[in-house]
């Protein structure tokens, strides 16, 4: 006999810390989360409305790559991981193409989490991990057929990643995460004792 793996979901990684001059984009990239943080009155109004622990401007801010420099230059970083990522997934775009629909920075406090959801509206999505202190969260990853399991028995605990019903990676500093926008996932709670700083993406077929 033999097993046949079909439908597989493919996780992209990578990581900007093997590029030159990292560290002090990386702080760059720090310095502007915090000022956002800051300066964001809306933002951080949302953040709290919505129990967010902490700041993000998904709901306030949509120009980051035009309001500061360093955003811009992710863009175009990001730009290059996402169609090395359209490529290995083989996706027919035709006449279009995966254009940024989306970058949001995230501040997660300690004891914070975000709760499982998709991205609609959205064929590629990600983050990059600015700050991961000790005991930062994971992103995890539920496997998409799990709905559909009904009276299906658990797996066990030593299964293959690949076949396991939830993953969970843990990223540094650097770390590019992207998945398909309906690969649903969340983010533990923070059980580290600063924040987990992370910006995140969504992609659209234009």
Known sequence: MSLRPLFVTQIYQASLAEERDFAAFNDELD???QMLAAEDAAGRAWSRANAYGGYTSYASLDDLPQRATVFGTLKSKLDRHA??????????????????????????????????????????????????????SALKLEDPRLPLMMA???????????????????????????????????????????????????????
């Open 31 to 33: 310095e502007a989360v």
């Open 152 to 206: 299906a028995p658990p797996r066990l605990a030593d299964a293959p990643e690949a076949e396991r019903s939830f993953v969970y990676l843990q990223p540094e500093p650097g770390t590019i995460l992207m998945w398909e926008s309906w690969l649903r996932h969340e983010v533990p709670a923070n059980a580290a004792k600063t924040p987990r700083i992370s910006i995140s993406f969504n992609y659209g077929w234009r």
């Open 83 to 136: 169609r090395a990522y359209a490529q290995g997934l083989n996706l027919d775009l035709g006449a279009r193409r995966l254009k940024l629909d989306s970058l949001w920075v995230n501040l997660l406090k300690p004891g914070a989490g975000h709760s499982g959801h998709i991205h609609p509206h959205s064929v590629l999505s990600g983050t990059v991990y600015v700050r991961t202190p000790p005991g930062a």
